[in-house]
């Protein structure tokens, strides 16, 4: 069970309270506008709080100092990256998520290292995925896999560049394609492809096994 802010009460934050709420999450939604709240419906089981998202006293009466996920989900992408920020850097939330409906700012929130969900027609349950999963890379499930999106760290190695087949190996992985960190090439990658730091993987890998590669994971 986790607690989760959700800002934003629209048609994908009411839809995302809501389910959240069915799997026993500790739920808060935000809105500026107390009239949205109508559509959580008698089911929900959460609370909610009238303000502005990014405001911290706002913030701080939605909980998020106890807060494990917040999900910023206005219709607004200036103001979901205002709240992710916030939620991150001043209140370090561990898991922030934020909606993006402008997909030509896909790669500044990659680099910003902001989790996102693009697009609005299954904006709410990829991002319920996403925070039952527990990890913010997170595509998709595939029975005891997990599909993660995210960009290379070889810090941990200390070294700037990697084979394919060795991260492979050594960390029990399939790395699925990769990206150029510059957004210059995509591949699907052979045993002998060099990835660098910073270059965007799309990786399949046992549940189990996230926790230890994280490392591999850049924030």
Do not use: W
């Not at 006293?57 to 989900?73: M, P, R, S, Y």
């Amino acid at each position: 069970m986790s607690n989760v802010i959700v800002v934003g009460c629209g048609r994908v934050g009411s839809r995302l309270a809501t389910m959240l709420s069915d799997n026993g999450d500790n739920v808060c939604v935000v809105d500026s506008n107390a009239d949205p709240f109508e559509k959580l419906g008698r089911g929900f089981n959460g609370s909610t709080v009238q303000g502005l998202g990014f405001d911290e006293e706002t913030l701080l009466k939605a909980g998020i100092e106890e807060c494990d996920v917040l999900a910023a989900v206005t219709n607004f992408d200036n103001t979901n990256l205002m709240i992710a920020e916030v939620a991150s850097r001043l209140f370090e939330v561990p898991h922030v998520i934020s909606r993006l409906d402008n997909s030509d700012h896909e790669r500044a929130y990659m680099q910003l290292g902001i989790d996102y969900v693009c697009g609005t027609s299954l904006a709410a349950e990829d991002m319920f995925s996403k925070i039952v999963v527990g990890h913010g890379s997170h595509v998709e499930t595939f029975g005891e896999f997990e599909v993660l999106r995210f960009s290379l760290d070889l810090h941990a190695m200390n070294k700037k560049t990697v084979r394919v087949s060795d991260l492979e190996r050594d960390h029990d992985v399939r790395i699925v394609a990769f990206e150029r960190g510059d957004g210059s090439a995509s591949s699907i990658p052979k045993s002998d492809s060099v990835l660098y730091h910073g270059d965007t993987l799309l990786v399949c890998i046992r549940h189990e096994l996230i926790d230890s590669f994280a490392r591999y994971i850049q924030d």
